[in-house]
């Protein structure tokens, strides 16, 4: 197996630049995982499919859909791949290489816990204070426009936001310049994490019902369906942040009154 992804990436560096591959095979790859895993969230919420697991009642209009991925190709070409192409040399600077030999497995999965751990802290405060008065209302409340998100509104968001936000996610790997395989795994995970917190459906086979400190959907979706003032519920990936500092109160005081057969009130909020 080691062998045949050394094989694929000796061509990859053979026919491309490390510039070609750190920005514009970023952005591709971004893209690609994107939407890939976000679309189908769209069609089982208009198909209807899979209903029993979808945590809102309501449906998002084909016209919000569409209005969304507008809004998104729009962001993506102007804000996300500028970024990417003036950071390059600052991941350069800081170690980033693409060459042969690929790094260790040990390596590889050291350094993706620590940007794990190190983005639900940085998101955590970013987000929090996204959700005080000024900044809600001028900033994260175009996030907010989907209470009922599905898997695309996941980087549905104000410029300014993809900006702030962004940067809990790019500053793991900006201080260690890690190989360029290293990025795109760590990228890779990041986007399937956001996209299943925002995909709108909590399933049997779900991530949070086997990980524990996983937030999941579930988790998430209750931040979006509430008003931006008692929603709690920031972190990002895996929730330690909102259970340290009381910020999921809310959350877990639900969860306990639906285990003792209580109907969620807040579904159609």
């Known amino acids: 197996m080691a062998s045949l992804i050394e094989s694929g990436w000796l061509y990859l560096i053979t026919h491309f630049s490390d510039f070609q591959l750190a920005c514009l095979g970023s952005f591709f790859l971004h893209e690609s995982v994107f939407f890939l895993s976000g679309l189908p969230f769209i069609y089982l919420e208009r198909a209807g499919w899979l209903s029993k697991y979808k945590i809102q009642t309501k449906n998002n209009s084909p ?17 996300n791949l500028p970024v990417m192409l003036f950071s390059y040399p600052v991941f350069r600077y800081m170690g980033m290489r693409s060459d042969l030999p690929l790094p260790s497995w040990k390596v590889v ?23 005080t008065k000024w900044l809600y209302k001028h900033v994260h409340s175009v996030h907010h426009e ?68 996983y937030g999941g959907a579930d988790f998430h979706d209750y931040h979006h369906r509430l008003l931006y003032t008692k929603s709690g519920n920031y972190s990002s990936t895996f929730i330690y942040m909102d259970w340290i500092f009381g910020t999921d109160k809310g959350y877990r005081k639900l969860k306990a009154l639906k285990t003792d057969g209580v109907e969620d009130g807040s579904k159609q909020m």
């Open 63 to 79: 016209a919000a859909q569409e209005k969304c991925i507008t809004r998104l190709l729009l962001y993506h070409f102007g804000v």
């Open 109 to 131: 999965l050291t350094q993706i816990i620590f940007y794990f751990i190190l983005e639900d802290f940085v998101f955590y405060w970013g987000h929090r204070i996204l959700h």
């Open 146 to 213: 989907y209470a009922t998100p599905f898997g695309l509104t996941s980087e549905y968001a104000h410029p300014a936001e993809i900006l702030f936000l962004g940067f809990a996610t790019i500053i793991g790997p900006a201080i260690t310049g890690p190989h360029l395989i290293t990025l795109w795994l760590w990228m890779m995970l990041r986007v399937l994490e956001t996209v299943e917190a925002h995909c709108g459906y909590h399933f049997p086979w779900s991530l949070s019902n086997f990980i524990p400190l």
